[in-house]
């Protein structure tokens, strides 16, 4: 049974950072691409930042330049770095194995002054 558990949310002020971790059991996440996605209230969930099995990179415009993801398979873990919060970013942030069909549960990003 392939699992996905998010962690690293929390309350920061604007400017702030937070590393968001994704811990896979039942599976080996070099194998596949795996994502990160985001749902702010009242919003679809959209497609945050992904990495391949080759560790190609790709993210979406709002977030270019303030946020990287990142990959490391001896812990069988996938991160997303941010950088330089705004309060826009706030959202439930998911981590997802597309091939997998996969989701974790999420965790809760605020970003407020």
């Known amino acids: 049974q392939v699992q996905l558990v998010e962690s690293g949310g929390g309350l920061v002020q604007p400017g702030e950072s937070l590393r968001l971790s994704c811990v896979a059991s039942?599976?080996?996440?070099?194998?596949?691409?795996m994502a990160w996605y985001r749902q702010g209230p009242g919003k679809q969930r959209e497609l945050v930042a992904r990495?391949?099995?080759?560790?190609?990179?790709n993210y979406a415009d709002s977030v270019k330049g303030r946020f990287t993801v990142s990959r490391d398979n001896a812990k069988n873990t996938v991160y997303l770095q941010m950088n330089s919060l705004k309060p826009e970013d706030t959202a439930i942030y998911y981590c997802?194995?597309?091939?997998?069909?996969?989701w974790g549960q999420g965790t809760q990003v605020t970003v407020s002054s």
């Open positions: 997802n194995c597309p091939t997998l069909s996969t």
């Open positions: 039942g599976t080996i996440v070099s194998k596949w691409t």
């Open positions: 990495i391949t099995s080759g560790g190609t990179t």
